[in-house]
């Protein structure tokens, strides 16, 4: 499997710094005539920038474990890919079949919040990639990975996301090229960052699904406003989860949850 994963072009629709900061060992202490070079305005400002700019996340690298995945599965399936303006972003593949489903994380998390449904949607007869977001453009990302399916067999694609992973789902089906099938958001805000969820809805022009826990505070209301801005997708299903507060991923641990979600994405398959 090679390193960094460029897509080949596909016939018809249906195919598929570390920055390492400035080291303050050694500052502490008396010093000595040598010292007036680090006691400098500019000296003591490029200490202050250094301490309060966090780090740029590592580059992704083909294997990586994510912190939850086995040997086994970071070997057969934790890849590195192009995101649809080039930067590289690593995930997680898994599964085979035609229908082929890209699943975003939550702000709070990584690839391993769907590990679990990724494995278990792969041995339902989907092929999955969920998304590890690095690079602070999730839609693009997601957009990069549906290329990667598409390219890998899928001749059908579904995007499912987690709060934000949700709203970047659909900014990400508003705005790709080649239109999903169809969408899940779960607890998704109707805005983060640069993306603009409550606009996108109103682009969708396919089949949507919005659950959030009716007790999950703004991303209930948000739910409901999404579903009401989706006045061009053929099917617009709003599923409130009563009694709920739970978010994101963590509302699919209901199995009554995950049969709807399930159901959903089958529907759409081929």
Request: proline share 6%.
């Amino acid at each position: 499997m090679a390193a960094l994963r460029t897509p080949a072009p596909f016939v018809s629709v249906c195919a598929t710094v570390l920055l390492v900061g400035l080291t303050l060992a050694g500052c502490s202490g008396e010093g000595g005539r040598n010292d007036s070079a680090a006691k400098s305005p500019d000296a003591r400002a490029a200490v202050k920038k250094a301490e309060t700019q966090p780090a740029a996340p590592a580059p992704p690298v083909e294997g990586d474990e994510f912190g939850c995945l086995t040997p086994e599965q970071a070997k057969a399936g934790s890849i590195v890919f192009k995101s649809a303006a080039g930067s590289p972003t690593g995930g997680f593949l898994t599964g085979s079949g035609n229908t082929g489903i890209v699943l975003a994380h939550q702000s709070d998390g990584n690839v391993c919040q769907w590990k679990d449904k990724a494995v278990e949607l792969g041995k339902a007869g989907f092929r999955v990639l969920a998304v590890n977001n690095t690079t602070g453009d999730a839609a693009d990302e997601i957009e990069g990975a549906a290329t990667v399916l598409r390219t890998e067999g899928a001749w059908k694609l579904l995007l499912m996301g987690a709060s934000k992973g949700g709203t970047a789902s659909l900014e990400a089906a508003a705005h790709m090229p080649l239109k999903p099938d169809a969408v899940v958001a779960l607890s998704a805000p109707t805005a983060y960052g640069p993306m603009d969820a409550l606009a996108a809805a109103k682009n969708i022009t396919v089949p949507v699904l919005y659950m959030a826990g009716d007790q999950d505070g703004t991303f209930a209301t948000a739910a409901r406003e999404l579903s009401a801005a989706s006045t061009k997708a053929p099917e617009d299903r709003l599923v409130p989860v009563k009694g709920s507060a739970s978010h994101g991923v963590a509302l699919l641990a209901a199995p009554g949850n995950w049969e709807t979600v399930l159901a959903f994405l089958k529907k759409y398959c081929t």
